[in-house]
């Protein structure tokens, strides 16, 4: 075996690009905080899928694809969805309500991550399923003295200390005074620092909770309540990764205060240095300047992209949406239009159907990769590939396989699945008519294939001499 490709990485922590060392070359370990279901995502929150859908296409490449585990938690548990399910299901009890919102959106997120060619992480817990570890580390927190109960306007709540961790802030780069002369944070009276956050908040009983059985100082401290925002991603990254684990990503907006916070809580919680040793982070999906957002009332959702016609009149494939993002490097903003999409299909549109056949990936992308996911110049070299095997059909495969190491490798149904299955469904039926003796029905079926594009290759079943059709978009 040849030398592994070393890749450089840039880390949020250090403002800088090195050299990725794995903890564990065998078992490369990494974190990405998903959605919040509560509602259909957006193109926004597509970027951090398929950007780090990328980086985890390119670990497999070069450590094995069974020497990576890729962690995209689901939140499940958030004042939004109550708030959502309440509106949506007014006469259902809470409970049920809340699961009808979260199991459709869950199931929509993952239907979208997979129409952008995303592979499914290695797990994709949800935050409910996960208290008892928010709890203990909680606990854990209480012991150590980095947290502490006190009571808010809505009641009795755990909270951390920032104070009590000397390094707070070493992510985003803010020191605590700073943040108390800007009065970003509203001060609350029961905070021992305004820069306090909540890690476990009590419940009403007409709101989601768990029983919280902390201790404080050997005393009964539990409250009925629910978790914060952030210590979810402290448990779920502690249950499936460990204590500390290689990398952790997300969108540019979580480095604070999600990723500041779940970096005290962990590092706090175990006495470690690090909770991760690289944090990724991606930039903007804007539109004209403004970041994509729900608030912002600018955004566009995949499903709408997908499947209506509100982009350009028209529905566009996931994969052209992938391209358009991948043309930009994902640590800058992208500036969203329908003319990036129509950039991404013409250059889609010629670039050849290919099979891999077992062919490495070329050796310029994956240098373009590894040089901090640098996906513009590997577009750019899978281009030129392209081109290349477009005029030499030796060259099919090297081309199909960069193109699968990104994603982007164009499939028959490129076309459209629903155009997929309708073309199946007429091979289908003119191998039906060809064992009726029907020859002129069945040369309709074929020469009204070809005529829109299709190509049909008939051969024979090795195995039981059957006929046997397969098809083609042609060229
Ligand atoms: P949210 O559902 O808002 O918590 O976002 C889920 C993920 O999408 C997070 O990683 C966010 O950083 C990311 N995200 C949200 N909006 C955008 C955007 N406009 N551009 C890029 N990433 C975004
Ligand atoms: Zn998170």
Same mark, same amino acid.
């Given at each position: 075996?040849?030398?592994?490709?070393?890749?450089?990485?840039? *880390?949020? &922590?250090?403002?800088?690009?090195?050299?990725?060392?794995?903890?564990?070359?065998?078992?490369?370990?990494?974190?990405?905080?998903?959605?919040?279901?509560? /509602?259909?995502?957006?193109?926004?929150?597509?970027?951090?899928?398929? !950007?780090? /859908?990328?980086?985890?296409?390119?670990?497999?490449?070069?450590?094995?694809?069974?020497?990576?585990?890729? %962690?995209?938690?689901?939140?499940?548990?958030? /004042?939004?969805?109550?708030?959502?399910?309440?509106?949506?299901?007014?006469?259902?009890? &809470?409970?049920?309500?809340?699961?009808?919102?979260?199991?459709?959106?869950?199931?929509?997120?993952?239907?979208?991550?997979?129409?952008?060619?995303?592979?499914?992480?290695?797990?994709?817990?949800?935050?409910?399923?996960?208290?008892?570890?928010? !709890?203990?580390?909680?606990?854990?927190?209480?012991?150590?003295?980095?947290?502490?109960?006190?009571?808010? $306007?809505?009641?009795?709540?755990?909270?951390?200390?920032?104070?009590?961790?000397?390094?707070?802030?070493?992510?985003?780069?803010?020191?605590?005074?700073?943040?108390?002369?800007?009065?970003? %944070?509203?001060?609350?009276?029961?905070?021992? #620092?305004?820069?306090?956050?909540?890690? +476990?908040?009590?419940?009403?009983?007409?709101?989601?909770? +768990? @029983?919280?059985?902390?201790? !404080?100082?050997?005393?009964?401290?539990?409250?009925?309540?629910?978790?914060? +925002?952030?210590?979810?991603? @402290?448990?779920?990254?502690?249950?499936?990764?460990?204590?500390?684990?290689?990398?952790?990503?997300?969108?540019?907006?979580?480095?604070?205060?999600?990723?500041?916070?779940?970096?005290?809580?962990?590092?706090?919680?175990?006495?470690?240095?690090?909770?991760?040793?690289?944090?990724?982070?991606? $930039?903007?999906?804007?539109?004209?300047?403004?970041?994509?957002?729900?608030?912002?009332?600018?955004?566009?959702?995949?499903?709408?992209?997908?499947?209506?016609?509100?982009?350009?009149?028209?529905?566009? =494939?996931?994969?052209?949406?992938?391209?358009?993002?991948?043309?930009?490097?994902?640590?800058?903003?992208?500036?969203?239009?329908?003319?990036?999409?129509?950039?991404?299909?013409?250059?889609? @549109?010629?670039? =050849?159907?290919?099979?891999? #056949? $077992?062919?490495?990936?070329?050796?310029?992308?994956?240098?373009?990769?590894?040089?901090?996911? *640098?996906?513009?110049?590997?577009?750019?070299?899978?281009?030129?590939?392209?081109?290349?095997?477009?005029?030499?059909?030796?060259?099919?495969?090297?081309?199909?396989? @960069?193109?699968?190491?990104?994603?982007?490798?164009?499939?028959?149904?490129?076309?459209?699945?629903?155009?997929?299955?309708?073309?199946?469904?007429?091979?289908?039926?003119?191998?039906?008519?060809?064992?009726?003796?029907?020859?002129?029905?069945?040369?309709?079926?074929?020469?009204?294939?070809?005529?829109? $594009?299709?190509?049909?290759?008939?051969?024979?079943?090795?195995?039981?001499?059957?006929?046997?059709?397969? +098809?083609?978009?042609?060229?």
């Amino acid at each position: 075996m040849g030398a592994r490709t070393t890749l450089r990485l840039y *880390n949020t &922590l250090t403002r800088a690009k090195s050299d990725f060392v794995p903890i564990d070359p065998e078992n490369v370990r990494m974190y990405v905080c998903g959605p919040t279901v509560y /509602d259909f995502a957006h193109i926004g929150n597509a970027r951090p899928a398929i !950007v780090f /859908d990328a980086l985890f296409r390119l670990l497999r490449h070069v450590f094995g694809e069974g020497h990576v585990t890729y %962690v995209r938690n689901i939140t499940d548990v958030d /004042d939004k969805i109550n708030a959502r399910a309440l509106r949506d299901h007014p006469g259902l009890p &809470l409970n049920q309500a809340i699961r009808l919102v979260t199991e459709k959106t869950e199931t929509q997120y993952i239907e979208d991550a997979k129409a952008l060619g995303c592979l499914d992480p290695t797990v994709q817990p949800r935050a409910t399923e996960h208290i008892a570890g928010m !709890v203990a580390i909680i606990q854990q927190l209480l012991d150590r003295g980095h947290a502490y109960v006190a009571t808010g $306007g809505e009641g009795r709540e755990v909270l951390f200390s920032t104070g009590s961790m000397a390094d707070y802030g070493q992510l985003s780069r803010r020191k605590l005074e700073d943040q108390q002369a800007g009065a970003r %944070v509203a001060v609350e009276a029961h905070k021992k #620092d305004p820069s306090d956050f909540v890690l +476990w908040k009590g419940s009403a009983a007409d709101q989601p909770g +768990w @029983s919280g059985p902390f201790v !404080v100082d050997g005393k009964d401290a539990s409250i009925f309540g629910r978790p914060g +925002w952030h210590i979810e991603c @402290s448990a779920m990254s502690q249950h499936y990764l460990g204590e500390v684990f290689d990398i952790h990503g997300g969108g540019l907006d979580l480095i604070f205060p999600h990723h500041e916070n779940e970096i005290a809580q962990s590092r706090c919680a175990h006495g470690t240095e690090r909770m991760a040793n690289l944090w990724m982070h991606n $930039g903007f999906l804007q539109v004209e300047g403004r970041k994509m957002s729900k608030s912002e009332g600018n955004f566009v959702t995949i499903d709408d992209l997908l499947h209506s016609e509100k982009l350009g009149g028209r529905t566009w =494939p996931g994969e052209v949406l992938r391209l358009a993002m991948l043309m930009t490097h994902y640590r800058e903003p992208i500036d969203f239009s329908v003319k990036r999409l129509e950039e991404a299909e013409r250059l889609f @549109s010629r670039w =050849p159907v290919a099979e891999a #056949d $077992g062919a490495a990936p070329d050796a310029s992308v994956v240098e373009a990769l590894a040089d901090d996911l *640098n996906t513009v110049a590997a577009v750019q070299a899978l281009h030129a590939l392209a081109l290349a095997a477009n005029a030499d059909p030796a060259r099919l495969p090297a081309f199909a396989a @960069s193109a699968a190491l990104m994603g982007l490798l164009p499939r028959k149904s490129e076309v459209d699945e629903a155009v997929a299955s309708a073309v199946d469904a007429l091979v289908e039926m003119r191998l039906e008519m060809l064992k009726a003796k029907n020859f002129a029905e069945a040369d309709r079926i074929r020469d009204d294939l070809l005529a829109r $594009g299709i190509q049909l290759k008939d051969g024979k079943d090795a195995a039981t001499g059957e006929r046997v059709t397969i +098809w083609e978009v042609k060229r």
